[in-house]
Each structure stands twice: as structure tokens, then as C-alpha cells.
């Protein structure tokens, strides 16, 4: 294959637009535009690898004139085709409000139940009919895939509109199957299936995946006032624990293996080392900092019980554990990389492990002169154990730790005699005359005399904002000149 992307002779090019009269992006006219409003775009991306046969382009709007149309820029870096079909998938979201837009006119279904109870015949398929018995009262349902023309949405129970994160469950469900089945009744009289619950798997399966047939599971004539309240509750009273967060990060750094598995088996090489760059290419800047930040949360896990130990993750643990959760997210944010690397895992210049080892240097640290010693739940009116309470009220952390990261760094760079870039803990290991540094100035952050005062105290533990701490702080001297001064 031609390692050079593919240029198009004024002859191809015309036989492009003989083909197509219309923008391959936005499917709008060609006409009126001039040769120089048409780009030849690939329609696959080339950087993938797709083949640079004449049929894999096509011509899109691409003016300059900011009357006209530029899908060209607009794609950004997405393919011609992915774009595209997120272009239809938009414009179709913004003529619909719900699943009744998409369910207009269901046909009533012809149903009979067996004798027994035990089957159900509908709409020419015979299922099996279920019973969930309650109190001697029985509770008749079916499961099936159900033709889209039977289906209407439920008026009494399904009210809520389509909410914005319908967008990214359609593109997830394009790649990714559906764990769940949508939730329909049947009641004499209208004989009409009606989804009450699942609007949005439905919506994404007709909108994104131009299904015709749902996956259900369809109650027989149920009792709708029964079945409102109990949606009702399953939606307010029952709703499921969310995840802890140190679940959803060990999720997040396992994904983040698994990509890291899968472009080794690629390169068929189990062993082989990987840049950062290859393996998160094509996610979206958000999700980069998570699975960056989750791995680094995973591997310090790995190396102390710090986390374990001392950071809460949900609201039960904050009585016995100081630390946040969001805090420790914070710090590692601003104390290390979330960009990706383009060096390989094995070059010498890819500080991932060394960033480990200096962030843990400075957490244990932190640990040693702010909790060890102090912090004791079991004697919560201990004057240490309120002194160690104080450092971790969210906004006193959200002020110390900026000015720490200060103080740390431009004593890094007194001592080395020149300004480094980047992040403090993403450099090589820090030698022992810059541990011995970090560790004064970490001391002295916390040895401040301005935390042992009472009435401090008091006002950082009622402090709502981070500017009331912060204007202690200031009151009291503590800045990072303070920190660094020797
Ligand atoms: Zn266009």
C-alpha cells in the first residue's frame, strides 16, 4: 500500500463530482459552490490505514466564506463517515423530545392466552408466559424482541423527556451490546404494547442502530397504578448505590490495561512497549485525564495503603478517614501529567514510573507531618486529632495544596539553578538533597503556627468557600514564600 496519502489528478476529481451531487458530510447540495469550496476528502481515515481506491472519496462543502458551509473543518479530526453519521444522528435528536415521536400509530397486537397460563400467543409468535406470584396475586409477563410497529410509548407511566446523555448512549450502543431490556404492558381493551421504562436503549437502538425490532419484557394486564408507583420508587427511593469511586477508578485503570493488552496482542509482541499516544488515540481529552489519573491511582495502590488508609470514598468513611476523595483526585492532577506520553513505555525519557516514586515520596510526606500521630477517630475532641481534622476540610486542602505545589517547585528549581517545565512529579526520581528540601517545606506547611489556633480552627471548619481560607492564610503569612524561605 502506498505509504503517501493519495493525491487526486483534476480528471478523478471531476468524476468525484459526476458521482456525487451532494456534500458526503452533510448530504446538502453541491451547487454553488466553486471548485475551490470542494475538498476530496477520504471518507475512512487514511492515518487508519483504509484502502486509497478513487471510491473511498468523495467531495464535501469546504468554504471559507462564512455564509456557506465548511463541513471539511467541521469534522475536525473524526472521519468523513463517523462524522457523518453523528451529523444524522443529531439532526434527527433535535425533532424528537421522546419515544413517542419515533412510536406514532402502534398497531393494536392480537393476543390469547392459554388455558394453563403458561403461554402467550401474540401477534402470530407463541412465548412463554411467566408469573411473578405476590400474595396469591398473580403477575403475568413475556419476554421477546418486538417489532417497533406494535410498540407505542406510555402516556400514564413514561413521562420524562430524553435527557442529553442520550447522544453518547446511542454511540455506545453502536459498539456495545445491551445489557437490558426495555419494559412494556399490555392491558385489554387498547391491546397496544406500551414501553414505560428503557425510552432511552429504545430511542438509541431506533435512532442510532435503525433497529425495528426492541428487546422487551412485556407485563399482561397489570394493575397501571401498581406498576406507576413501583417506577416511580425504582427511580427515587431504590435508585442503586452509585459506585464507590474507588471502584469506578480501579474500572477505569482496568479498561485502561485492557487497551494496553490489546494493542500488545495487535503488535503480537506481549511484552512490547507502548507509548500512552498509541493507546489512548481517538479518546476525548476527558477521558484521557480519567484513565490517566485512574492508572496513576491504581499503581499507588499498589505501592502504600495510604489510599486505603486515609482517603474517604463516600460519605460514610469521612468520619474515620481525613483525606477526600476529590482531594486526592486534585492532587494528583496538579502534581502530576495527565497528557499523553508520546515516548514508549521502555524510553528513558517517559517518567511514569519515576512520577510514582516522587509522588509517593510527597504523599507519605504529607502523611508523616499531618496525620501520623494526630489523626485518631476514636478520640474525635483530642486537640491533635482536631488539628489533623483541620488540614483536610475541603477548602483549607484546596488552599494548601496549590501553594505547596509552588513552594516544591520553585524550590526544585533554586536548587537546580534553572526553571524545568512541566509537572512537579513527572521528572526523573528526585535525588536525596531535593527529598531533604521537599521534606522541610512539607513540614513546615503544616507546622505553621496559624493551624493550633483555636478560633482558625473554627472558621476553616465552618469556612463554605475557599476564599474565606484563603484570605486566612494571607492574614496569617502562609504563602509559598513563606514555605520555601530557609
Ligand atoms: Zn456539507
Known sequence: MDKDRRILTEEEKLSLLNKYKECYICQKS?????????????????????????????????????????????????????????????????????????LIEPIKSVYS???????????????????QKIDNKNNYYFFNVIDVKYIGNDEIIQLRPLEAKIFNLIMNLKENVQLL??????????????????????????????????MCIVFVEPDITKIREVVYQAHTDFVQQRYKKSHMDAKLADMYKDKITKYREKVGNPEAAYSEYDILQGESKSEITKFLRSSIISEL??????????????KNEQKTKPILWQSLEKFITLYSDLETMSEKSDDKNNHRIDEIKNLLFILENILEYSIKGKWNPDNLESEHHKLSRTYYYKTAFNNWYSILEKALRMAFDQMKGKAYEGSLCYR????????????????????????????????????????????????EGLDYIYLVNL
Request: aromatic residues 8%; charged residues 30%; hydrophobic residues 35%.
Open 301 to 314: 495502590r499498589a505501592e502504600t495503603t495510604i489510599i486505603q488508609d486515609y482517603v474517604a470514598q463516600d
Open 30 to 102: 453541491l451547487e454553488g459552490y466553486d471548485r475551490n469550496e470542494i475538498e476530496f476528502d477520504h471518507i475512512y481515515a487514511f492515518a487508519d490505514g483504509y484502502s486509497q481506491d478513487l471510491a473511498d472519496f468523495a467531495p464535501v462543502h469546504a468554504s471559507n466564506n462564512p455564509l456557506k458551509l465548511c463541513c471539511h473543518k467541521a469534522k475536525g479530526r473524526k472521519s468523513p463517515i463517523n462524522y457523518r453519521e453523528e451529523l444524522r444522528i443529531q439532526n434527527k435528536l433535535e425533532k424528537i423530545s421522546g419515544l413517542k415521536n419515533l
Open 428 to 475: 526523573e526520581e528526585y535525588d536525596e538533597q531535593i527529598k531533604d528540601r521537599f521534606s522541610s517545606i512539607i513540614k513546615k506547611l503544616f507546622f505553621h503556627p496559624l493551624w493550633v489556633i483555636e478560633n482558625n480552627q473554627k472558621e476553616i471548619a465552618t469556612a463554605n468557600i475557599d476564599s474565606v481560607v484563603t484570605k486566612l492564610f494571607e492574614k
Open 181 to 214: 431490556p426495555s419494559l412494556g404492558r399490555i392491558n385489554k381493551g387498547e391491546n397496544i404494547i406500551k414501553l414505560f421504562d428503557g425510552q432511552h436503549k429504545a430511542v438509541a437502538q431506533i435512532v442510532g442502530n435503525n433497529k425495528k425490532e426492541l
Open 113 to 131: 392466552i392459554d388455558e394453563n397460563n403458561m403461554k402467550i400467543s401474540i401477534n402470530n409468535k407463541i412465548l412463554p408466559l411467566y408469573n
